[in-house]
Structure formats: C-alpha cells, structure tokens
C-alpha cells in the first residue's frame, strides 16, 4: 500500500481502502495458519507541520488449529495502527507497518475458545465434542508421584 505525498498534501484528509494480498504483505505462512482472505486495509493520513499522521485498520480471516483440542477454527486478526512519519518523503510505504501490526495480534497459541476442553491425554477424544469414560484423576496422579520423591 503505498501513497504518493502529494495526493495527501491535495487533500485535507486522505483515505484509503484497499485489499492486499496477504503474500505481499506477509510472506508465506506458516503450515499452521491458512489466510482465507485478503488483507482489508483501511488507512487515513493527514499532513500536520513536518509530519503525516497516518492511523489505519487492518484485517484478515484465517484458518488456525487450536492447540488443545487440534480442530481448526476461524479467526479474523484485526490490527489497529498508527505512527507518524517525516513529510519529506514523496512516498508512503505502508506494507511494513501492516505487516508489523498483524503480527503482533496473531495469538502466540491459538486456542478455539477460553473454554476449550481439548483432547483426552488417554484415549484422544475430542472433549468439547463428547466425554470419555476415561479417569480424570492424572493431575491427583502426577502429585502422588512428586509426595513420593524425597526433597532435602
Ligand atoms: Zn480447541
Ligand atoms: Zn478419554
């Protein structure tokens, strides 16, 4: 996403909205992310003494899998940006503040909801989907195995 100074300096307020390819804007993805939209970008930028105010909103929907229970799931990661740069410059390059403020929304684990049972550490079933006969007692288990080693 890139603008010409001049077009913002011809207007009071200049806004923008475009779609963005997601691999020009964040590379290949990792295999765990699928990105099933383009990048929704909206900007608005004004110029003020030295500087152009630039705000904008990004958004894209993707595909994840949770990391408890393994199903995937949809998500949109939205980005709100802002930053002001020197208006010196005849073009505004903005790919690489999009690029940053996607990033730093995409979860650093992705869970499918707060209430995710995820799997069963015995026989793998999906516990959101249905419960298993299994014994829900490994947590008391594992303590049982540290009361039993001697710390000094
Ligand atoms: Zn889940
Ligand atoms: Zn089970």
Known sequence: MRIAVADIRAVHTYESETALDVKNVLGAPPDYVEF?????????????????????KAAVKATLC????????????????????EAS????????????????????????KETCKGICEKCG??????????????EYARWDILKKMKFK
């Open 36 to 56: 099933n939209s383009p990048i929704q970008a909206r900007v608005k930028a004004t110029i003020s003494g030295d500087d152009i105010l630039v705000s904008g």
């Open 66 to 85: 949770c990391g408890k229970c393994l199903e995937k799931y949809e998500w949109e990661i939205k980005a709100d940006f802002s930053q002001a740069v």
């Open 125 to 138: 079933i999906n516990k959101n989907v249905s419960e298993c006969g299994c014994s829900t007692h490994t």
């Open 89 to 112: 410059i005849e073009t505004l390059d903005l790919v690489p503040e999009i690029r940053e403020s996607l990033l730093v929304e995409l979860p650093v684990r992705f869970i499918c």
